[in-house]
């Protein structure tokens, strides 16, 4: 069939990326956390498309009798037949998909695994390794899904659909690749891949699903085993349920290849106690001189912060932890922001000098 492209993007649809974009680059701005930019972002999104819902999923038409698919309007999702040479300019919805929602359930889903997930794995890594592995396994996801859809179009079955005309519409989208993919599981589970790499035996409070779903606390191993044995047995037994099950798996096992990459590091367990390190230098921090960090500590978002210095055991996070701290620290004499490295913290406004290691 034919296809054809009235409208690539809207209003609305550039609104939609800028809050996208504009999420993230606060985030980076303000120091705070990925995984609450990408909620919200995430969230803002969805309430946009419950009013705008053509503009963000798109619009597809189907007319049998002149053998043509007419997409209205394209939407934010990633349809795989963007990857012909003909629509390849197209390929920056790969990014888009992953801030969509088909519908509220949809979205609580997803952003509740990434929530208990997330923030535990970017506190170990860090924002950056974070974005990074989290905006490649989506594209690796979605890139999955799509030459699986390319090389085998899914075969509905027609007693599935309410008529015989609405099946044939369907299926129709389907051979031709052009059936939106939206939606950030994808790159769920490729942070969820990561995390199995590199802290396998790390324990989170995650959704998981066995018949109903439990939140409960489970070794990220075992959450990821799961969910893969999980999402495998559903592609065997019943793949055309209009879940991107093929992105799931592309997105785990991209996680840990990227994790492999990116990371570095390894796991063993001691006396029952996990320990951390990198595989060339051991993550260690110095004596923190806590006494120098409670004459800074004047607010009480500081000393919530400088407690969780003082009772963090994983080194890694750590060391995050403290640098939160001195990037929201204030100079006690002039109120300016305060520099630091190497130990040493000062003020180059009025001259202060302290140090926040022995």
Request: charged letters at 15%.
């Amino acid at each position: 069939m034919d296809v054809i492209i009235n409208t690539y993007l809207t209003n609305i649809s550039f609104i939609c990326i800028f809050i996208m974009i504009i999420s993230l680059i606060v985030a980076v701005i303000k120091k705070t956390m990925i995984t609450y930019a990408i909620i919200i972002s995430n969230a803002i999104i969805l309430g946009i498309s419950l009013f705008f819902e053509n503009e963000i999923l798109g619009t597809t038409y189907v007319l049998l009798g002149q053998n043509k698919i007419i997409i209205d309007i394209a939407g934010l999702g990633f349809r795989p037949f963007y990857l012909s040479a003909e629509y390849f300019y197209m390929n920056y919805t790969i990014f888009t998909s992953m801030f969509v929602h088909a519908d509220p359930i949809h979205l609580f889903g997803n952003m509740l695994v990434f929530f208990f997930m997330g923030i535990a794995f970017e506190q170990r890594i860090g924002w950056k390794k974070f974005l990074v592995i989290y905006l490649i396994t989506g594209i690796c996801a979605a890139l999955t899904q799509s030459f699986i859809n390319l090389a085998s179009a899914p075969q509905f079955a027609s007693e599935n659909f309410k008529s015989l005309i609405e099946y044939q519409k369907t299926q129709a989208v389907a051979n031709a690749g052009a059936i939106p993919l939206v939606g950030a599981s994808g790159a769920i589970f490729g942070i969820l891949g990561a995390f199995a790499f590199s802290y396998p035996r790390d324990e989170v409070v995650m959704p998981i699903p066995l018949g109903i779903m439990l939140i409960m606390k489970i070794k990220v191993m075992y959450a990821a085993i799961l969910f893969a044995v999980v999402e495998t047995v559903i592609v065997f037994i019943s793949p055309l349920d209009f879940t991107a099950h093929y992105a799931h798996l592309g997105g785990l096992l991209s996680g840990f290849v990227l994790a492999a990459l990116l990371i570095r590091k390894n796991t063993h367990t001691k006396k029952g106690k996990t320990i951390y390190y990198d595989e060339k230098e051991q993550q260690i921090i110095k004596d923190i001189d806590y006494d120098s960090l409670e004459k800074l500590a004047d607010t009480p978002k500081l000393k919530e912060i400088l407690n969780k210095i003082k009772n963090e055991n994983v080194p890694q996070v750590q060391k995050i932890w403290l640098n939160h701290f001195l990037d929201k620290v204030k100079c006690p004499k002039c109120q300016s922001g305060l520099n630091y490295d190497n130990s040493k913290i000062w003020c180059k406004k009025c001259g202060f000098k302290s140090k926040y290691q022995k």
